[in-house]
């Protein structure tokens, strides 16, 4: 029997996603996109998972792009079902807790997008990013002009749409597209690194810490600040506020509980 093409471990609070196709260099394929998916919803709803990390294994790639030979043969109808049941970017973007993508080697057109869609990226110097549909006659279509624009910038989005060059690991730092830099094999252990930071803190304040930050792409500025007070007095108004103002207080440390 052969591997799963996507594993899920859990250390403590901290789940690792693991994309298992290393042959492939972890190609998205429908399988594994489903896959990927029904790990977020696995993970959204386990109280005990406060953090959430995903990478590719193999020494070769994060993700190497869509599996271009599933598509080859598909009409533009049955393209367009594909793209509308796809729901894995949607479901990695909507993943209510912080999710770290840890990068390494080649991160290509959809990886790169499902890079897009994690909330943090740490890259280590071997990484290499890509939108590399328009070497196909296509564009991105799953974020990689929405999502990438949003993140860099339209002048960058448009350099690495309308181009097609891989972007090394520093440049990607550079320009924003990814948010830590470290030295090669080291981004899963910074990865873990950051997440057991995050999970020393309460659930509900990174969730709605997180729900707010993308309000900021999504509304104008005031409204965007009516949310964030909502937000706030959401999190002032729970256990958690609770406790953590009592422990600073007190001198000690909090003990969340998610509520």
């Known amino acids: 029997m052969?591997?799963?093409?996507?594993?899920?471990e859990r250390d403590g609070a901290i789940a690792l996603v693991t994309l298992n196709r290393p042959e492939k260099l972890n190609a998205l394929n429908q399988d594994v996109r489903q896959k990927i998916?029904?790990?977020m919803d696995e993970l959204a709803s386990?109280?005990?998972?406060?953090?959430?990390i995903l990478h590719g294994r193999g020494p070769r790639a994060f993700v190497a792009g869509a599996d271009v030979?599933?598509?080859?043969?598909?009409?533009?109808?049955?393209?367009?079902?594909?793209s509308e049941g796809r729901r894995v970017y949607d479901a990695v973007a909507e993943f209510p807790k912080p999710l770290i993508a840890a990068i390494h080697g080649f991160c290509v057109g959809g990886g790169c997008e499902l890079a897009l869609a994690c909330d943090l990226r740490v890259a280590d110097r071997t990484a290499q990013f890509c939108q590399a549909e328009i070497r196909l006659g296509l564009i991105p279509g799953a974020g990689?002009?929405?999502?990438?624009a949003?993140?860099?910038?339209?002048?960058?989005?448009?350099r690495m749409a309308l181009i097609g060059d891989n972007i090394d690991a520093v440049e990607a730092y550079r320009i924003?597209?990814?948010?830590?830099l470290v030295e090669k094999g080291q981004h899963l252990n910074k990865a873990k690194e950051l997440a057991s930071k995050m999970a020393h803190w309460s659930p509900v304040a990174l969730r709605l810490a997180k729900q707010a930050v993308h309000l900021a792409l999504e509304k104008p500025l005031g409204e965007g600040l009516d949310h964030e007070r909502e937000l706030f007095l959401?999190?002032?108004?729970?256990?958690?506020?609770?406790?953590?103002?009592?422990?600073?207080?007190e001198r000690r440390k909090p003990d969340f509980k998610g509520r």
């Open 2 to 8: 052969s591997e799963k093409p996507v594993l899920i």
């Open 37 to 39: 998916a029904a790990a």
């Open 46 to 52: 386990d109280t005990a998972v406060k953090v959430a």
């Open 69 to 82: 030979a599933e598509f080859a043969s598909r009409t533009t109808s049955e393209q367009r079902d594909v």
């Open 144 to 148: 990689g002009t929405q999502r990438l």
């Open 150 to 158: 949003r993140l860099v910038g339209t002048g960058q989005a448009l």
């Open 176 to 180: 924003g597209l990814v948010e830590f």
């Open 234 to 249: 959401e999190a002032f108004d729970s256990h958690d506020a609770r406790e953590g103002i009592r422990a600073f207080i």
